[in-house]
């Protein structure tokens, strides 16, 4: 089945630590975004690429990072400046040509610990 | 820059008791508008794009509309089970694709 895969599910991080979070598509989608919602936010977006070793900066981009190495894969490394990291994380895909509708992978909820 | 404004924030039916999500946009040229349904702790489900003004779709319960400032998710005798947040996304024309996204409704049927 194609789709988008996040890992893992829940991620629990420690004051000062880096983590990444893994994105995954196999729908030979171009572009690639990672969005963070808290609640009564809605999606705000951080990174986004529209093709490999390519990306640019969202609206919240400070503390976070990202790499586009290959088609596929768009992890993204939330570091120990994000002061506020605990949020849900999703990471999205869509095409550049025909229908341009993103889709979703299912998530990454990060706490702080 | 590309604004998109959902109303109600939240809305609370009885099952059978249709209504309307409004999803109201600011955009230099539309080439897209998306709805997704979204449920807890999982991510956004894609439902439906809208290319112009006069265009609707339809999903068993669910219509959305589409006019020149506005679109419209009708839900007809909704069930329990279409308890969920409801997101709406544009897409600007000759740009980067990137959709902005609205704050969502938060739709709860009650049997």
């Known amino acids: 089945d194609g789709g988008i895969t996040q890992s893992p599910k829940y991620l629990f991080r420690k004051e000062g630590q880096n983590v990444t979070l893994s994105c995954e598509q196999n729908?030979?989608?171009?572009?690639m975004y990672w969005y963070r919602q808290d609640p009564g936010q809605g999606l705000r977006l951080i990174y986004y690429?529209?093709?490999?070793?390519?990306?640019q900066k969202g609206d919240i981009a400070e503390g976070y990072s990202v790499s586009r190495e290959k088609k596929e894969s768009f992890p993204l490394t939330v570091t120990s400046a994000q002061k506020n990291p605990t949020a849900f994380y999703l990471c999205?895909?869509?095409?550049?040509?025909?229908?341009?509708?993103?889709?979703f992978g299912q998530g990454t909820r990060l706490t702080v610990v | 820059e590309d604004q998109v404004t959902q109303s109600p924030e939240a809305l609370r039916l009885q099952e059978g008791e249709s209504s309307s999500l409004n999803c109201s946009y600011t955009?230099?040229?539309?080439?897209?508008l998306f709805w997704y349904r979204q449920d807890p702790g999982k991510g956004p489900e894609f439902l439906f794009t809208l290319y112009s003004a006069g265009e609707e779709k339809e999903k068993e319960r669910l219509k959305a509309t589409l006019t020149k400032k506005e679109s419209f998710l009708h839900i007809t005798a909704p069930k329990p089970e279409d308890s969920a947040t409801y997101l709406c996304?544009?897409?600007?024309?000759?740009?980067?694709?990137?959709?902005?996204f609205g704050r969502g409704t938060s739709l709860i049927v009650h049997p």
């Open positions: 996304a544009v897409q600007a024309s000759g740009g980067s694709y990137i959709p902005t």
């Open positions: 955009v230099s040229g539309l080439r897209g």
């Open positions: 690429s529209q093709i490999v070793n390519d990306f």
């Open positions: 999205a895909s869509s095409s550049r040509q025909g229908s341009t509708e993103a889709f």
């Open positions: 729908l030979n989608h171009d572009a």
